[in-house]
């Protein structure tokens, strides 16, 4: 079994920036790719981005590209999301997540494990 605790959510201000870490316990995920959703009030929980198992490939919604960098520690068992120029539309709760397979996915079903997720407010 895999624990995920995500952290670092806030408030910001409009064009201000926040870093979300996601620590893993239970195993390592070094050999999973690791990703980040988010649900906003009223809305389903939508992909955010992803990471494959080296760090070597990510992928990331549109609506973020650009603003958001995603990145792994594999000695330290973490994830992290570097979110800048965020903006209220971001304002959600970020969810970690990992899936067993080597390579990352936008589809939410193929995560298996998931953290309790960390509240990100954007105010304009």
């Known amino acids: 079994q895999v624990q995920l605790v995500e952290s670092g959510g806030g408030l910001v201000q409009a064009g201000g920036s926040l870093r979300l870490s996601c620590a893993a316990s239970?195993?390592?995920?070094?050999?999973?790719?690791m990703g980040w959703f988010r649900q906003a009030p009223g809305k389903e929980r939508e992909f955010v981005a992803t990471?494959?198992?080296?760090?070597?490939?990510?992928d990331y919604a549109d609506s973020v590209k650009g603003r958001f960098t995603i990145s792994r520690d594999n000695a330290k068992n973490t994830v992290s999301l570097q979110m800048n120029s965020l903006k209220p539309e971001d304002t959600a709760v970020y969810y970690c997540?990992?899936?067993?397979?080597?390579?990352?996915?936008?589809?939410?079903?193929?995560?298996?494990?998931w953290g309790q997720g960390t509240q990100v407010t954007v105010s304009s």
């Open positions: 997540a990992a899936n067993s397979k080597l390579y990352g996915t936008t589809v939410e079903g193929n995560y298996a494990y």
């Open positions: 239970g195993r390592t995920v070094s050999n999973y790719a």
């Open positions: 990471i494959n198992w080296s760090g070597r490939s990510t």
